[in-house]
């Protein structure tokens, strides 16, 4: 018996186009709107509360606070854009011009901001400055990565292992800043160290929230004897695909369907009273979804 082969073909690279800069002039100011107010409330939150509580926070940010405190003539805005040129260069090769435009604009946005704002905030409470903070700067860096870019740092890396490995953004962040905090221990008090840790990872939750919003999805597997009636309702009311997977009980050994679906964050009580109306015994299991990439139910990458 002959094996079957494939036939290897080679992609067509003709077919490839380049990524533009901006799809549209209203793309382009919505762009430009997040990055500005992004970078401007990042640096309320560095230069209103980070610098005078002598807290720190990770990634470049906290590494140009470290170069700040230890030389405090140099300009923090200029030390965090001199750091992030190898990054530039890493997001050219890696992630695509756009990206890499954008990111500049961000950069130098950040940059203007970081120099120019100096909104004080009133708050006397260490813990709860930590936690606005925290709020604040994972708000701005959240606005300004659901534009086309970012505004350099540790954003370039994020999106690259959210493209490549699908790593969240969040997790990415936290990670990074976990070993920056090392840095940090040597040069602030153990005191100064540990409301850093609290900005970090509050701005990284932030930061997730922000980029996914309501639009995460949740995946849906349900097991019913009455699968048909289900999977009806949610193709009628609901308008989500379904997938029929056929299995079987591991204890009964009955052959079993297995409805399958994804549906919006916002969705799942609809989806949930629906099931419970026609089988209140359904087996029901939903998860959370990393990335889900379709034109009808997806969170298409912008970047």
Known sequence: MEANTIP??????SQCRVQPVYTTPQRLLLDLVQIFFGSALCAIAVNGILIPKNFATGGITGLS???????????????????????????????GRRFFVYSIVGALTFTLALTSIHYPVQIEDKILAALLAGLIYGSGA???LRSSGS???????????????????????????LMVLLLIALFYSLDAL?????????????TSIVVTGLSQRKAVFVISPHWEAISREILKDIRRGVTVIEGRGGFSGREEHILYTVVPLMEIGQMKNLIRAIDPDAFVVISNTLEVMNNRIGNQPHW
Do not use: C, E
Not at 194 to 206: A, D, E, H, P, Q
């Open 194 to 206: 540990l409301y850093t840790l609290i900005v970090i990872f509050v701005s990284s939750k932030v």
């Open 8 to 13: 290897q073909t080679k992609p067509d690279l």
């Open 65 to 95: 606070l470290v170069i700040h405190n230890s030389i405090p003539f140099l300009n923090l805005g200029w030390i965090y854009l001199l750091i992030n040129i190898p990054l530039f260069l890493l997001a050219w090769m890696s992630i």
């Open 142 to 144: 959240g606005i300004a």
């Open 151 to 177: 505004q350099g740092g540790l954003d370039i890396l994020s999106v690259m292992l959210l493209r490549r490995f699908s790593i969240s953004l969040g997790n990415t962040v936290l990670t990074v800043n």
